[in-house]
Nanobody
């Protein structure tokens, strides 16, 4: 009963910027950690950035200084602002959230993914 819906992906040139959004909806009590992962063709899914409920953040080395994760708890939404994009950032980006459901279970949920393509 919890859905994560991503938006904001697309095609951008090298050096460009994109902003991804992920909104959680459904029945739940609260959202704890939220994060962004990505998966490039032929590669494993990897953590890009994560943010705790009190806004502590963590970034992959490959994106630190270029990407910024943030969240709006009132909107149950997490964002990923991406700058100075490189071809190696091309991947499907997935949103993840740890949600305390109305059945008092803490469970991880995934969005459907949004494609980010950086052209050189």
């Amino acid at each position: 009963q919890v859905q994560l819906v991503e938006s904001g992906g697309g095609l951008v040139q090298v050096g460009g910027s994109l902003r991804l959004s992920c909104a959680a909806s459904g029945s739940f009590f609260s959202i704890y950690g939220m994060g962004w992962f990505r998966q490039a063709p032929g590669k494993q899914r990897e953590l890009v950035a994560e943010i705790s409920s009190d806004a502590n953040t963590n970034y992959a080395d490959s994106v630190r200084g270029r990407f910024t994760i943030s969240r709006d708890n009132a909107k149950n939404t997490v964002y990923l602002q991406m700058h100075s994009l490189k071809p190696e950032d091309t991947a499907v980006y997935y949103c993840n959230a740890d949600v305390l459901s109305t059945s008092w279970r803490l469970q991880g949920y995934w969005g459907q993914g949004t494609q980010v393509t950086v052209s050189s």
